[in-house]
């Protein structure tokens, strides 16, 4: 099975390019973040055509999570348990909900699209609420790793997060100002790996961003971020059988500043020896 995640940067305007990746990399799974409609609002057409289900959470023209799929999704998830909200000048446990999570299975695999906080400036009111997000999705993934021990999960999607110095080639970005490589998000994103996830992509492909900014020749120079992840639980990460950063996808006509990333899974039944396919 091939899952990948895709933070789009609106569907309503990359749906064909989408779709057309979708058939000619034949994946069975993809994760969207940053769809930037509503649900009704989604096209749905092109995708269903192409043989995918589509489920999704979008509440405005902000944020939105999708995941489509040519195998049977069941047991959605609107996000996760203690997802914090947020709104501007709101404080307190109530705060709305963002549509930034989505969780559903496939095949027997747990699958989340999720669509992190940027966090905006250092001790912008947004980064402290990426901070608790993130805490509240490490303990929600320790929770189901508990109840479910040994089952296969992956957290995907665009983390907001350039882990080590090695994920961020944007000289934009400066340690002490910059969000995105502050010590706290980084510890973050290391809780989540200490509490049984790994980034399964990183050990195939060590080398390559998954973002370029639109602005200042970013994408040509090379000086992109590695910030969209798949992390997965022992159960799925020894099942992972090869992977890839689709680079090429931030080329051509009106793309993405993101691109997808890409993994092959082996079946339950296939053994550790099968040969890579891309």
Known sequence: MRI???NVNSIRTRHGRVVDWL????????????????????PREGLE????EVVTWG??????????????????EVGF?????????HEGPDAPLEARALGATIDGVRVWSLYVPNGRALGDPHYDYKLRWLSALADDARAWMAANPGAPMALT???NVAPTDADMGDPSFVPGVSTHISPPERAAFAHLESIGLTDVVRPIQPDGYTFWDYKQLRFPRDEGMRIDFILGTPGFADRVVDARIEREQRK?????DHVPVLVELASDEDDDDRPMIF
């Open 59 to 76: 509440l405005n023209q902000w944020n939105g999570v999708a995941i489509a799929s040519r195998l049977p999704i069941t047991d959605v």
């Open 23 to 42: 058939v000619n990399a034949d994946v069975d799974v993809l994760a969207m973040q940053e769809i930037k409609c509503k649900d009704e609002q989604f």
């Open 4 to 6: 990948a995640t895709w």
């Open 49 to 52: 055509a192409a043989g995918y």
């Open 157 to 159: 999607g665009d983390f």
């Open 252 to 256: 051509g006509d009106a793309p993405s």
């Open 81 to 89: 348990r203690g997802q914090p909200g947020f709104a501007k000048g």
